[in-house]
């Protein structure tokens, strides 16, 4: 008889335990949207609670068939070159250099999938890529990504060109890792080798632009969570409840290996560009799902501008900078990252403490759960529903005494204790191992 191996997801760096990570697109995260200029920002990163430092494609633009002025970032002409819009190798290098003075990571959006027609691949290599019936190139098919053109992994040559391209910008830019983007669309037995080969380098964190629990165990720390945007999405919309919720978070903790971290968020360059606005994707639920974001399961993503409040949608093939400005959307992630941080609990991976439901009386509107190890002890509820609500609840788990972590006011829960919930409100409670806590 064949004896069980344990299915848990791959190690990650030490330092992914509590990080939040934070996109940028340098094309429109400054005025300038150069590096440079970005590096004027880092302080202020710091001080709002990132850690990872996302960046959007740092390579050369084709101009073969670009869409718009400026192109996709997506669609690359050089794998070891720097978009001279951006600087020069020296900034970008300055930049990685400065993040990491400040305790910083940063990561490299990858496009292993395709690249832009005018790379110096198709002359050097074509055989690299993937042909259509009359012998052409060929853009992924169904994708609509007519400025771009698929590569063939039944190649060696490729797999090993990408490898080491990838190998390099760990070596020569001291980079931290990988953002892969549509990840799926590249054979698995790829990436795990990349990452084998990247781990003799230096620890980096990887993470899938994918949904699939194989991806976890070799070859990525962590993947979209892209069905749990949809189903808060449609919650906010009305379209769904939080039965349909709770589908997602059984999906996470039964078919995933134990440990799977799970990226979350109400908006990245493509939900913004693509289908608007947090503000038209999540209404007056906006808040709860940031909430529900960073203190359920799920290592939390900003993408640059939220803080800000931006209601805009990001020009993808053009200009448009980001409009900066004092906002509460800042304070809400900088004080929700801060009580990430500070509370066990709510860390990443195996590291954090697993959602435990708390059933209530209103289960198709009102979603409640806690998070505890042996120091710290989270209990959130969240009113998903346009009506105010008096929540009840069934089990003794969430018993205890506790602070509201906005108000700081003492809260004791036993059998007969409720919460009076506004619309689309939440309330978040913490509780610590200490006498003195409580005080």
């Not at 560009?273 to 900003?302: K, Q, T």
């Not at 949608?313 to 800042?330: C, E, Q, T, V, Y």
Request: aromatic content about 14%.
């Amino acid at each position: 008889m064949q004896n069980p191996v344990p299915y848990h997801a791959r190690q990650s760096p030490d330092w992914v335990k509590h990080a939040v990570i934070y996109q940028i697109n340098t094309r429109q995260f400054t005025p300038e949207g150069t590096f440079r200029a970005a590096i004027q920002q880092l302080p202020r990163l710091k001080e709002l609670g990132v850690d990872i430092l996302w960046l959007m494609p740092i390579h050369p633009i084709g101009s073969k068939n670009r869409k718009g002025k400026l192109g996709s970032p997506y669609a690359v002409r050089d794998y070891y070159g720097v978009n001279p819009e951006f600087g020069s190798f020296s900034d970008l290098k300055n930049f990685i250099d400065k993040a990491h003075e400040m305790g910083l990571y940063v990561i490299l959006d990858w496009v292993a999938n395709h690249t832009a027609w005018d790379n110096p691949l198709t002359r050097q290599n074509p055989d690299w890529y993937i042909r259509d019936k009359k012998g052409n190139f060929r853009s992924t098919p169904w994708s609509g990504w007519s400025d771009i053109i698929e590569l063939d992994y039944n190649s060696t040559q490729l797999r090993e060109y990408m490898t080491e391209t990838m190998c390099w910008w760990v070596r020569q830019a001291n980079v931290d890792g990988f953002r892969a983007d549509v990840a799926g669309y590249v054979p698995i037995d790829f990436w795990v080798n990349v990452r084998r080969e990247l781990e003799n380098i230096k620890p980096v964190f990887m993470l899938a632009e994918w949904e699939s629990r194989e991806l976890h165990l070799e070859a990525f720390d962590a993947t979209y969570a892209w069905t749990w945007w949809d189903m808060v999405h449609d919650i906010a919309m009305d379209r769904k409840k939080i039965s349909d919720l709770h589908k997602y978070y059984a999906w996470h903790a039964k078919a995933f290996p134990k440990g799977s971290i799970r990226m979350t968020f109400v908006t990245n360059h493509d939900k913004n560009a693509w289908e608007g606005s947090m503000y038209e994707n999540f209404g007056r639920a906006l808040e709860a799902a940031i909430v529900l974001s960073v203190v359920g399961d799920g290592i939390p993503l900003i993408h640059n501008g939220q803080e800000a409040g931006m209601d805009k949608a990001l020009a993808f093939f053009d200009k448009s900078p980001i409009a900066w400005r004092n906002h509460p959307m800042g304070s809400l992630y900088q004080k929700l990252f801060s009580l990430k941080k500070q509370y066990k609990a709510l860390w990443n991976g195996h590291w954090g403490a697993p959602m435990q439901e708390v059933p209530n009386n209103l289960p198709e509107n009102v979603l409640s759960f806690i998070r505890q190890n042996d120091m710290h002890k989270v209990f959130a509820v969240f009113n998903f529903s346009s009506e105010r609500v008096s929540a009840t609840f069934k089990d003794m788990l969430h018993h205890g005494r506790y602070k509201d972590y906005i108000t700081e006011k003492p809260v004791t829960f036993n059998d007969t204790t409720s919460i009076a919930l506004n619309p689309w409100c939440f309330k978040v409670f913490i509780q610590y191992n200490d006498k003195a806590f409580l005080h």
